[in-house]
T-cell receptor, first 109, second 116 residues
Framework: GQNIDQPTEMTATEGAIVQINCTYQTSGFNGLFWYQQHAGEAPTFLSY??LDGLEEKGRFSSFLSRSKGYSYLLLKELQMKDSASYLC??????????WGAGTKLIIKP | GAVVSQHPSWVICKSGTSVKIECRSL??????MFWYRQFPKQSLMLMAT?????????EQGVEKDKFLINHASLTLSTLTVTSAHPEDSSFYICSARAGQDYNEQFFGPGTRLTVL
């Protein structure tokens, strides 16, 4: 079956760095997405990785290793507004998005 | 980025009534639209995939006679929850994907449905 694993919840301090991991086992791979979702709102796009390596975009970076079925989202200089759920999703061979359950990130002052 | 709208943003209805939710792509043509449901503290659950001009493909466990999907044009898809019951109360989110670009789905803001 298809499976995406990410931690349920993480806590970090304002101004610090946090890394949210995601491992996946899917039928085919056409890219991995990270989305941010605030409570009561729809997800918003953060990043897309299809090749191995690190993609940096401002305070957020995303890493992919296809051979390991592994990705992480790195958030730097954490701000209180970064408190949200972070969803990892993989585009499988049928171009269907397979979603992880999400990681709730709690930022403390 | 591309914009997807949903209407209404929230709706409260009585048990047994039907509710229609609209999803529109405002500045691009969406050949494929997706309907998701999200219960509190859970991840998105894909309900169905709809392609313009053809019948929707429903995920296992989703009743197609209860959740009617119509994708009549390249910019509009509708989800009708028929004979809604309290257990149908949820956050319904649509997303749209432009023709050849499989890289990204653009999400609507969601519709919160509460069935009394």
């Amino acid at each position: 079956g298809q499976n995406i694993d990410q931690p349920t919840e993480m806590t970090a301090t304002e101004g610090a760095i946090v890394q949210i991991n995601c491992t996946y086992q899917t039928s085919g791979f056409n890219g991995l997405f990270w989305y941010q979702q605030h409570a009561g709102e729809a997800p918003t796009f953060l990043s897309y990785n299809v090749l191995d390596g690190l993609e940096e975009k401002g305070r957020f970076s995303s890493f992919l290793s296809r051979s390991k079925g592994y990705s992480y989202l790195l958030l730097k200089e954490l701000q209180m507004k970064d408190s949200a759920s972070y969803l990892c999703a993989v585009l499988d061979s049928n171009y269907q998005l397979i979603w992880g359950a999400g990681t709730k990130l709690i930022i403390k002052p | 980025g591309a914009v997807v709208s949903q209407h209404p943003s929230w709706v409260i209805c009585k048990s047994g009534t039907s509710v229609k939710i609209e999803c529109r792509s405002l500045d691009f043509q969406a050949t494929t639209m997706f309907w998701y449901r999200q219960f509190p503290k859970q991840s998105l659950m894909l309900m169905a995939t709809s392609n313009e001009g053809s019948k929707a493909t429903y995920e296992q466990g989703v009743e197609k006679d209860k959740f009617l999907i119509n994708h009549a044009s390249l910019t509009l898809s509708t989800l009708t929850v028929t004979s809604a019951h309290p257990e149908d109360s949820s956050f319904y989110i649509c997303s749209a994907r432009a023709g050849q670009d499989y890289n990204e789905q653009f999400f609507g803001p969601g519709t919160r449905l509460t069935v009394l």
